[in-house]
């Protein structure tokens, strides 16, 4: 059964720092893996897939990578902005995907 | 472009009453169909899935079922809800293997 983990479970930096999200599963057999993003009461909106073949993936200010192998993946996101605020979930895709529990990001202006 | 509509997006209801939560994708055929609970605190748990019309997937025994009638609409229902049926409730659709896409949830309350 994969098991996703994911560090920190919530994170505070001041606008304009870099920051790492980071992501672990236990199953590395898996097809891909995607980074979402959540509002407060909303739904889940898909930021990156990384297919199991490749390494990194990137959009905007964001770049996913994927070690397969060691079972870990990682989100940066550049110049974070307050409206970067949000709870990022990350979820590899094995037999279906597993979501973790998401690390809850608060950005200050 | 694909679009998905879940509706209603908050629900109080009492214990033992019945639910009918109802999704539909616009835009793609033949989608692969989801329906994930998120309870406070906790993490999205996969409920259903389906593949095609009438083809559905339990991934949690519980008192909730699904159906799939037409090709583009996921139906989550129970005869009589539990407390512990509360929790954001979410649709959702992708081809194989590809990009996840949500709807926008169903807050349900169960008093």
């Known amino acids: 059964k994969q098991e996703v983990t994911q560090i920190p479970a919530a994170l505070s930096v001041p606008e304009g720092e870099n920051l790492v999200l980071n992501c672990s599963f236990t199953?590395?057999?898996?097809?891909?893996l995607q980074w979402f993003r959540q509002d407060p009461g909303k739904g889940l909106t898909s930021l990156l897939l990384?297919?199991?073949?490749?390494r990194e993936q990137t959009s905007g200010r964001l770049n996913a990578s994927l070690d397969k192998s060691s079972g870990r993946s990682t989100l940066y996101i550049a110049a974070s902005q307050p409206g970067d605020s949000a709870t990022y979930l990350c979820?590899?895709?094995?037999?279906?995907?597993?979501f973790g529990s998401g690390t809850q990001l608060t950005v200050l202006p | 472009s694909q679009t998905i509509h879940q509706w209603p997006a908050t629900l109080v209801q009492p214990v033992g009453s019945p639910l009918s939560l109802e999704c539909t994708v616009e835009?793609?055929?033949?989608?692969?169909l989801y329906w994930y609970r998120q309870a406070a605190g906790r993490g999205l748990q996969l409920l259903f899935y389906?593949?095609?019309?009438?083809?559905i997937s339990s991934e949690v025994p519980q008192n909730l079922s699904a159906s799939r009638p037409q090709d583009r609409q996921f139906i989550l229902s129970s005869k009589k809800l539990l407390l512990s049926d509360s929790g954001f409730y979410l649709c959702?659709?992708?081809?194989?293997?590809?990009?996840?896409?949500f709807g926008s949830g169903t807050q349900l309350s169960v008093l």
């Open positions: 835009g793609t055929s033949n989608p692969n």
């Open positions: 959702a659709w992708s081809v194989f293997r590809e990009k996840l896409f």
């Open positions: 389906s593949v095609g019309i009438g083809q």
């Open positions: 199953d590395s057999a898996i097809y891909n």
């Open positions: 990384i297919q199991s073949s490749q």
């Open positions: 979820a590899p895709h094995s037999r279906q995907l597993t």
